[in-house]
């Protein structure tokens, strides 16, 4: 079993930036990969970005690409997403989760993650 919390949300003005944070614990060592999703009113989980244990690989929706960063601290079972350039469209619910996929490239969807927070509000006003 592998906890995941989600903290750092907030309300933000349009342009300026907030940090997540996920911290992880449990049953953490074959969870290689740990996501962050979000989720609009009546809509689906959407993919945001991902970091591999090794912080080899990095994955960002093209939606956010250039304006968040993904990190990690495995000593601290810490993963952070900081968001700069924030929008009103960023508004939404972010959660963290974790992956036990082995598969080269990182997973992008929310049946390949295996274990979620309770996700944090982010709320971006014009």
């Known amino acids: 079993q592998v906890q995941v919390v989600e903290s750092g949300g907030g309300l933000v003005q349009a342009g300026n930036s907030l940090r997540l944070s996920c911290v992880t614990s449990g049953r953490t060592l074959n969870y290689f990969t740990t996501g962050w999703f979000r989720q609009y009113p009546g809509k689906e989980r959407e993919f945001v970005a991902a970091i591999r244990w090794s912080s080899n690989r990095i994955v960002y929706a093209d939606s956010v690409k250039g304006r968040f960063t993904i990190s990690r601290d495995n000593a601290k079972n810490m993963v952070y997403l900081q968001m700069n350039s924030l929008k009103p469209d960023d508004t939404a619910v972010y959660y963290c989760?974790?992956?036990?996929?082995?598969?080269?490239?990182?997973?992008?969807?929310?049946?390949?993650?295996?274990?979620w927070g309770q996700g944090t509000q982010v709320t971006v006003s014009s």
């Open positions: 989760a974790v992956s036990g996929s082995v598969a080269a490239s990182l997973p992008l969807t929310t049946g390949q993650y295996n274990y």
